[in-house]
């Protein structure tokens, strides 16, 4: 005979009082129902239950490419240690992209309409954010690397299927037909739960007391690792410094230097130029060794006479 699982079972008493908790809360007709069952599955739920390295909060997210912000997410995922959200307060704030791990959206009663607008909220998060690079190459500039993107998945109080009728991975099947599948998993507490492994809808009904919670859990605790693992250390400077307006490299020591513009946004600056230890003269434009830091266009010089001895400039005729 199997030793008993301890562990499981206190697990299982913990996610027993959350799920009666917040069932309980969502029973209430006051405006806040939704609010306050968030808070109960936060604080009595997922942040106890969790590996310490996972925050949860709930709020926006956004990349640093467009600065596009998604609709609200009841709950966030993510590792500060990637990058860190800005809070309001201690759950409610924005998260780069690049450190959110999983969104869950939270349901009351699931119904048809409810994963349908879910879908569509996974959906505009995978197709329409961009990820920062988090590698570097032998120069230190940023690499494009293989990155997993964020998990989308629903967790319900109650359903409203019943009866022999189609189970919820059906139900969704039926809904999202050729497209993706861009809800990965779906839990209904007390009752069942899926996750998509790619090929297949791969879960269970009716098991042991809230069985369905923990394999939730258990699938999350899974595959955190992996998805935070791909994201590198991506620059948190992307975020936080304004788009430049044009530049100039204060000079340590007095050497010539041109005057240069970006071909795509036309960013203006000054650089230093780099060509080796070289005696030549060009006639022509000069390009920059570094990309624009507006848009990665290529910053050029006015075409002119260059004259370089040993590498250094010793007498230019721009124009």
């Known amino acids: 005979m199997a030793v008993k699982n301890q562990y499981q079972d206190l697990l299982r008493s913990k996610v027993s009082s959350a799920i009666s908790q917040a069932q309980a809360a969502a029973g209430f007709s006051h405006q806040g129902v939704k609010g306050s069952v968030l808070?109960?599955?936060?604080?009595?739920?997922?942040?106890?239950?969790?590996?310490?390295?996972?925050?949860?909060?709930?709020?926006?997210?956004?990349?640093?490419?467009?600065?596009?912000?998604?609709?609200?997410?009841d709950i966030v995922l993510y590792n500060k240690a990637i990058l860190p959200p800005i809070l309001v307060d201690d759950k409610l704030g924005v998260f780069p992209i690049e450190s959110v791990l999983y969104t869950i959206e939270v349901k009351t009663?699931?119904?048809?309409?409810?994963?349908?607008?879910?879908?569509?909220?996974?959906?505009?998060?995978?197709?329409?954010?961009?990820?920062?690079?988090?590698?570097?190459?032998?120069?230190?500039?940023?690499?494009?690397?293989?990155?997993?993107k964020l998990r989308s998945v629903v967790f319900a109080l109650n359903s409203d299927l019943s009866g022999n009728g189609l189970n919820e991975a059906e139900r969704y099947r039926v809904q999202y037909g050729k497209d993706v599948a861009h809800i990965r998993a779906i839990c209904v507490a007390g009752k069942e739960y899926w996750y998509d492994n790619g090929n297949n809808w791969v879960g269970f009904k009716d098991g042991e007391n809230f069985d369905e919670v923990l394999a939730f859990i258990g699938g999350v605790t899974n595959t955190y690792l992996t998805v935070s693992s791909s994201r590198g250390q991506p620059c948190l400077g992307n975020y936080i410094v304004p788009e430049a307006k044009g530049f100039v490299a204060t000079k340590s020591r007095d050497v010539p230097s041109v005057q240069v513009s970006c071909e795509g946004c036309g960013l203006e600056g000054e650089v230093v130029p780099e060509i080796g230890a070289m005696d030549i003269t060009v006639n022509g434009t000069l390009s920059a060794k570094d990309k624009c830091p507006n848009c990665e266009g290529t910053m050029k010089s006015v075409s002119g006479t260059y004259v370089f001895k040993k590498g250094k400039l010793v007498e230019k005729n721009e124009g």
């Open 39 to 73: 808070e109960l599955l936060i604080s009595q739920l997922f942040e106890p239950l969790l590996p310490a390295d996972i925050g949860v909060g709930t709020g926006q997210i956004i990349d640093s490419y467009s600065g596009k912000m998604s609709g609200q997410i």
């Open 109 to 148: 009663t699931l119904n048809a309409t409810e994963l349908r607008m879910a879908h569509d909220s996974a959906k505009d998060l995978a197709s329409n954010f961009g990820y920062l690079p988090g590698l570097k190459d032998e120069q230190g500039k940023e690499k494009h690397h293989s990155i997993e």
